[in-house]
Every structure is written in structure tokens, then in C-alpha cells.
């Protein structure tokens, strides 16, 4: 059954909501912590986790939970709820973690539902600069409340070009290879520290290309659902379908040469042969 224009629209307001909700905790908390301020780690020493991490979670897991029981739900900091409805929220709570601890300007709140392998709607809030990205399929993406447009740029040896590392070690001195390559030819790169951000910058035009591997579902889910309704080409590194492990969205003029150079760059670095 496929999900009407109008409650694609509805439940982009509600991924709206809750983004700029728990993006006001994680931002009210860090104001509040001030300079002396840490946080926990996962996977490696330097994944963090703070405890509005898991507040900002625990707010939109709530509401969802209240308002919509029969979805199912995936969150970052652990929720793992499984829903009967065919709609699944895939929720960062705080995407840039590295960023939040450091008072970095760079870190965003996510959310994003599918229906069935389908992603409807998503929003993106940036709180400490008071921006709210969002999408609904086939509706066009905005940047608070105005419609937005990925760049027309179309030589890729004048691409600003975004990516991020994994937490990994061997993971990213591989990643870091590829960039190594990759540098010569564009324009340059940047490491903003938050894939949804990131892709929101693709929507924007403030950045001409962004990719990553090995991302999380709740990473790049509404990020990438707003590139390409800004008229961004999203795809993974060899043209097919965009997934979280393999992430490239870039303004139509120049994919298919960023994927170009991309290969070339992937070819030529060491560790992924
Ligand atoms: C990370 C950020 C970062 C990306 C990493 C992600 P987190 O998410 O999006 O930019 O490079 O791959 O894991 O841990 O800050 O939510
Ligand atoms: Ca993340
Ligand atoms: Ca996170």
C-alpha cells in the first residue's frame, strides 16, 4: 500500500518536530554543561556518547512510542523496536557527537521514517545554528521553511567535496587513503564531523559532493532523503542504489564524474584492492 502526498507531508512535520525537540534538549544540556564536559565511549576510546545522547533518544522514542505504537523504530544510543505497520524511524539523536563534546557548531539531530524499503520523510536540525532541513518524497526539500537546490556545479576538478572516517582505526587509515588520492582532484575537501549535516550541505549547495562508507542506517537516512529531493544524485560509489555502507550524494552536473574520479581514487590507494 503506498503512503498518500498527505501523510508523507504529515509525518515529515512530525520528523520535524521531534528533530528540533530533542535537538533544544541536546543543545539546552550543552549550554549548561559549559567547558568541563565529557562523555562515555562505544565501540572504540574515541565513539563517544554523552547523556543527552540518550535523553535526546529517549524523547523522540517516547513520542513515537505514544503516537505512532505499531511503528518500528531504530535509534543510535539502542532503540531496537520492531513495528507491525511497515513504517520504521531510523533516529540519530545526536549525529556529530565528536563536535557536541568539543562545542563544535557541526552537529545535527535526525530523523527519518520509511515505509517498506521506501524513505518518505526526514528532517534535520542544527541547532546551534538554528537550521531545520527536511523532505518528504516527491514534495522538495527546504532549509527552514525555504525550498532549497543542490549546486550546478559540473567540472569535478571544482568540487568541494565532503566525507567522514569511521571510529575504526584500520577502517579509517584506509578511508583516510582514498582521501589522499581522491584530493588532487577536486577542489578540496572537507570533514564536517556529521553525515546528515553533510548531506543537508549537498541540498544546500554548500557543499558540491559527499560521500562516506560505512555509515549507519540512522546516519545518513534523512540527509540523503533531503539531497535528492534538492535535486542531488545520491547513489553508492559504483552508481548503484545509495545505502548507509556506501553513501555518494552529489549534484547531478558532476556525479557521474565524481564517481569517476572516486574509482580512480579507491584503485589507486592501498588496503582496498
Ligand atoms: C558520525 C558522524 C561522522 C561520520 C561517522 C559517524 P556520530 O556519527 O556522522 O561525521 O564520519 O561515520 O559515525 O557517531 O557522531 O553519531
Ligand atoms: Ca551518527
Ligand atoms: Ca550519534
Same mark, same amino acid.
Given at each position: 500500500?503506498?503512503?498518500?502526498?498527505?501523510?508523507?507531508?504529515?509525518?515529515?512535520? &512530525?520528523?520535524?518536530?521531534?528533530?528540533?525537540?530533542?535537538?533544544?534538549?541536546?543543545?539546552?544540556?550543552?549550554?549548561?554543561?559549559?567547558?568541563?564536559?565529557?562523555?562515555?565511549?562505544?565501540?572504540?576510546?574515541?565513539?563517544?556518547?554523552?547523556?543527552?545522547?540518550?535523553?535526546?533518544?529517549?524523547?523522540?522514542?517516547?513520542? &513515537?512510542?505514544?503516537?505512532?505504537?505499531?511503528?518500528?523504530?531504530?535509534?543510535?544510543?539502542?532503540?531496537?523496536?520492531?513495528?507491525?505497520?511497515?513504517?520504521?524511524?531510523?533516529?540519530?539523536?545526536?549525529?556529530?557527537?565528536?563536535?557536541?563534546?568539543?562545542?563544535?557548531?557541526?552537529?545535527?539531530?535526525?530523523?527519518?521514517?520509511?515505509?517498506?524499503?521506501?524513505?518518505?520523510?526526514?528532517?534535520?536540525?542544527?541547532?546551534?545554528?538554528?537550521?531545520?532541513?527536511? %523532505?518528504?518524497?516527491?514534495?522538495?526539500?527546504?532549509?527552514?521553511?525555504?525550498?532549497?537546490?543542490?549546486?550546478?556545479?559540473?567540472?569535478?576538478? &571544482?568540487?568541494?567535496?565532503?566525507?567522514?572516517?569511521?571510529?575504526?582505526?584500520?577502517?579509517?587509515?584506509?578511508?583516510?587513503?582514498?582521501?589522499?588520492?581522491?584530493?588532487?582532484?577536486?577542489?578540496?575537501?572537507?570533514?564536517?564531523?556529521?553525515?546528515?549535516?553533510?548531506?543537508?550541505?549537498?541540498?544546500?549547495?554548500?557543499?558540491?559532493?559527499?560521500?562516506?562508507?560505512?555509515?549507519?542506517?540512522?546516519?545518513?537516512?534523512?540527509?540523503?532523503?533531503? %539531497?535528492?529531493?534538492?535535486?542531488?544524485?545520491?547513489?553508492?560509489?559504483?552508481?548503484?542504489?545509495?545505502?548507509?555502507?556506501?553513501?555518494?550524494?552529489?549534484?547531478?552536473?558532476?556525479?557521474?564524474?565524481?564517481?569517476?574520479?572516486?574509482?580512480? %581514487?579507491?584503485?589507486?590507494?592501498?588496503?582496498?584492492?
Amino acid at each position: 500500500m503506498s503512503v498518500s502526498d498527505d501523510e508523507r507531508r504529515e509525518l515529515r512535520a &512530525l520528523a520535524e518536530r521531534l528533530a528540533r525537540e530533542a535537538g533544544a534538549i541536546a543543545l539546552d544540556g550543552r549550554r549548561a554543561a559549559g567547558s568541563s564536559f565529557g562523555g562515555d565511549t562505544k565501540s572504540t576510546s574515541t565513539d563517544l556518547v554523552t547523556e543527552f545522547d540518550r535523553a535526546a533518544e529517549a524523547h523522540i522514542v517516547g513520542e &513515537l512510542r505514544r503516537i505512532r505504537p505499531d511503528d518500528a523504530i531504530v535509534g543510535e544510543e539502542g532503540t531496537d523496536d520492531t513495528g507491525t505497520s511497515g513504517f520504521a524511524w531510523h533516529v540519530d539523536p545526536i549525529d556529530g557527537t565528536t563536535n557536541y563534546v568539543y562545542d563544535h557548531q557541526a552537529w545535527s539531530c535526525s530523523v527519518a521514517v520509511a515505509h517498506g524499503d521506501e524513505m518518505i520523510a526526514g528532517a534535520v536540525a542544527v541547532p546551534p545554528v538554528d537550521e531545520l532541513f527536511s %523532505a518528504h518524497l516527491g514534495g522538495g526539500a527546504t532549509r527552514n521553511g525555504v525550498a532549497i537546490e543542490a549546486s550546478d556545479r559540473s567540472d569535478v576538478a &571544482l568540487a568541494l567535496v565532503g566525507t567522514g572516517f569511521a571510529y575504526a582505526a584500520d577502517v579509517r587509515r584506509v578511508q583516510a587513503g582514498i582521501v589522499a588520492e581522491l584530493i588532487g582532484d577536486v577542489r578540496d575537501i572537507r570533514r564536517l564531523g556529521s553525515a546528515a549535516y553533510d548531506l543537508c550541505m549537498v541540498a544546500c549547495g554548500r557543499l558540491d559532493v559527499y560521500y562516506e562508507r560505512h555509515l549507519n542506517s540512522w546516519d545518513a537516512a534523512a540527509g540523503e532523503l533531503i %539531497a535528492r529531493e534538492a535535486g542531488a544524485i545520491t547513489s553508492d560509489s559504483v552508481g548503484g542504489r545509495a545505502r548507509p555502507d556506501d553513501t555518494v550524494a552529489a549534484a547531478p552536473q558532476v556525479h557521474a564524474a565524481f564517481l569517476a574520479v572516486l574509482q580512480r %581514487a579507491i584503485d589507486a590507494s592501498p588496503g582496498t584492492s
